[in-house]
């Protein structure tokens, strides 16, 4: 699904993509790249998002593993380890792009934000964060006709986790347990935050 892209100002494409997509569905392989561009570690899964506050990684390779934020809370399930971490969402996503993604409205007060030129038939977005003590030095989203396609996130390391959605689907109907998190019995849970 495309939408009409505003004047090619700083951020349009991403105003654009945080105004239209209200839900999203995609299928995601994630890679850790070195400072020396090597590959450190390769995941795949599938990606949820419920506009706002709403999302899911559900990691299927190599291991199982999930990542779910209900709005309040975020959780973070390992079944290897049989261990549950609950967070307060807000203080655990501070300036991420998690919360940039889940969010409602284009964060000019946190990111510089950044047209680049397109690279590998995308066109980039950079945001620069205004926190000198974010967690990361940059990101790249790469669109291609306003569906996200790729997510560059450039570590103080010189570590990049580069993320390449495909299968996306936007706008639909996502039930609404996908963003319900209860611990199975016998996991250990850590955390327990209140929001």
Known sequence: MAFAL????????????LERV?????????????????PLEESRGIFFLQ????????YHEPFTQAIVADGE??????????????????LALGDTPALLLSGERLPEETFQINNLASHNHLAWVELLPRNKEAAFERLLLGFDNNTLRQMELHDSFGQITRLSFSEVEVN????????????????????????
Do not use: C
Request: no cysteine; hydrophobic share 35%; net charge negative.
């Open 172 to 195: 639909l109907s996502l039930d609404s347990s996908l963003f319900v998190f209860t611990p199975p019995e016998g996991v250990d849970v850590m955390g327990g935050d209140s929001p």
């Open 73 to 90: 809370r975020i959780w973070f399930y390992d079944p290897d380890l049989e261990q549950v971490t609950v967070k307060n969402q807000k």
């Open 22 to 38: 209200h839900s999203l569905r995609a299928e995601f392989h994630q890679i850790l790249l070195d400072e020396y561009n090597e």
């Open 6 to 17: 505003k004047a090619e100002e700083p951020g349009a494409r991403l105003e654009t993509f």
């Open 51 to 58: 506009r706002p506050g709403k999302f899911r990684w559900d």
